[in-house]
C-alpha cells in the first residue's frame, strides 16, 4: 500500500504523516508513506488538490481521499481499512 500526504510543508502535514504512520503501525499493514512536497507531482492529482501552504491532502492508492483538513484517527483507520479490503480482493481476483 503507497499512502502520501501532499504538502507544500506544514505543521498540519506533519501531523498527518504522524498519525498516519501511527494507524499503519498499529494496523500491522505493509505500506510506505510519502510525503511529496514537488508542486508539479501534486499537480497530477485532481484539482482539489492544489497546492496552498498549510493545507494537507491524504493520497492512499492514488486515490485521494482527503482534502484542506486533517482528517481523524478514526477516519484514517478506515481509509487504510478500505484500500486493504480492495487490495486483498483484487489479490483473490487475480487467481
Not at 498540519?12 to 508539479?40: F, N, R, W, Y
Amino acid at each position: 500500500m503507497k499512502i502520501k500526504i501532499l504538502t507544500l510543508e506544514c505543521a498540519m502535514c506533519h501531523q498527518l504523516e504522524k498519525t498516519a504512520g501511527e494507524v499503519v503501525e498499529e494496523l500491522g499493514v505493509d505500506a510506505s508513506i510519502e510525503g511529496v512536497k514537488d508542486p508539479m507531482a501534486i499537480a497530477q492529482y485532481p484539482a482539489k488538490a492544489c497546492c496552498a501552504p498549510g493545507i494537507p491532502f491524504l493520497v492512499v492508492n492514488e486515490e485521494l481521499v482527503s482534502s484542506g483538513r486533517i482528517p481523524t484517527k478514526a477516519e484514517i483507520t478506515q481509509f487504510i481499512v478500505n484500500a486493504h479490503d480492495k487490495e486483498e480482493r483484487f489479490k483473490k481476483a487475480e487467481k
